[in-house]
């Protein structure tokens, strides 16, 4: 079993360029998640998806998209790359109250 | 505001226990305390959560107060596998909230 696995590791973007940051995970959970960290601070939820074909928004949406393309894949978009979305992003998966699985990360970078 | 507030570093000699203290004043009633602890360049790791009621596991204990507006992580031998960033979170359904979180350093 992999887990959470995410791709890429490291991303460095332009400002106004775009990318999708990719999510997969093999333990059958239900929900998925999608956070970001800034340095010295704490996990943020950016998105969140209950079941498959179901997302909401978390404490900081804006200026990100998600797709739940199945049970396992959960992406992250971002359309118009600015240099504040500079951060370490986090997918997870789990279950509702309980424990989340977290993957590696992707450090993204936008000049 | 962030609904955690915790300490942001503390020190602990190996091999003794650890209580790390975690204030949510603002807890409501369904809001579930969870602890992730997080090793540089990884994403958080379970540790233990709860509603009301202490809780025990292999890796530690949590001990919620009466009121449910503070909380504390208890390791019980620190070991230096041990030393990593902890997160106090609550969770509203689907929604976590992470505090800033407190570094926890083991001295041999």
């Known amino acids: 079993n992999a887990g959470v696995t995410q791709t890429p590791k490291f991303q460095v973007l332009k400002t106004g360029q775009s990318m999708t940051l990719q999510c997969a995970q093999d333990?059958?959970?239900?929900?998925m998640y999608w956070y970001r960290q800034d340095p010295g601070m704490g996990l943020r939820l950016i998105y969140y998806?209950?079941?498959?074909?179901?997302?909401d928004k978390g404490e900081v949406p804006n200026g990100y998209n998600v797709s739940r393309l199945n049970k396992r894949e959960f992406s992250l978009r971002l359309e118009s790359a600015a240099p504040s979305q500079t951060s370490v992003y986090f997918c997870a998966g789990g279950w509702v109250g309980g424990e989340q699985f977290f993957g590696p990360g992707t450090r993204l970078t936008v000049l | 505001d962030a609904k955690t507030t915790q300490p942001n570093s503390m020190e602990s000699n190996e091999e003794e226990p650890v209580h790390l203290p975690c204030n949510h004043s603002t807890i409501s009633g369904t809001d579930y305390i969870h602890w992730y602890r997080q090793l540089p360049s990884q994403g958080p790791e379970y540790v233990i959560h709860?509603?009301?009621s202490n809780v025990n596991n292999r890796m530690a204990s949590l001990a919620i107060a009466e009121d449910r507006k503070s909380s504390t992580l208890i390791l019980h031998r620190a070991t230096l596998r041990d030393a990593a960033v902890y997160y106090c979170i609550l969770s509203t359904g689907n929604q976590f909230y992470f505090g800033t979180g407190t570094s926890l350093t083991v001295i041999p």
């Open positions: 998806s209950a079941s498959e074909g179901t997302t």
């Open positions: 709860g509603l009301t």
């Open positions: 333990m059958n959970h239900n929900s």
